[in-house]
């Protein structure tokens, strides 16, 4: 990774993504690629709430075998909604 380093008062940030990366964020936003980022960040907000630390094996999360083709109806799928911006 080059160019300095982040600090946690960052607030924009100019990154090249690889094409696998490009691949992830586009399915995680069914087509745009904002959208898949803040997906990503909600979901790396999910795990970490449930206990996820870097470094840790990701097989240690707990999550169901579901699909989107075939969720459980009595859950949400997220309990919460990005409102457009």
Known sequence: MAGRPSSPQTRNFLRRLSDPQRMILLAAGN????????????LYHYVHNEGYRPGMELNSLQIGRATTNSPNPSEPLRETVRENT
């Open 31 to 42: 087509g745009d690629l904002s959208k898949g980022f803040e997906n990503v960040i909600d």
